[in-house]
């Protein structure tokens, strides 16, 4: 909902500086190792996960192209079919 001054009306408060300082930044060799480090707490999935989640995205893929591919078409064939001239 928000604050309200003591007139009811909507109080912003003042948006606060960043309070990062020039010392409070890290190398690129620590970045790295610590990022590094990150990497290696990620979950990655197994390679049958991988195979099951890439087989089902190509097939929805293919689906998905097989129907917009008729609809355009179908689309075709109507629109020569009301455009024909006589």
């Known amino acids: 909902m928000g604050a309200l ?16 300082t020039r010392e ?3 190398g690129p060799v620590q970045y790295v190792n ?8 990620v979950a990655w999935p197994k390679w049958p996960e991988i195979k099951r989640m890439s087989i089902i995205v190509l097939a929805t893929v293919i689906l998905y192209t097989a129907y917009i ?17 006589k």
């Open 5 to 20: 001054d003591d007139k009811g009306q909507p109080a912003r408060a003042p948006r606060q500086a960043p309070t990062k």
């Open 24 to 26: 409070d930044r890290v």
């Open 34 to 41: 610590e990022v590094r480090d990150e990497m290696r707490k």
């Open 69 to 85: 591919g008729g609809l355009d078409s179908l689309f075709g064939l109507l629109s020569g079919w009301l455009y024909q001239n």
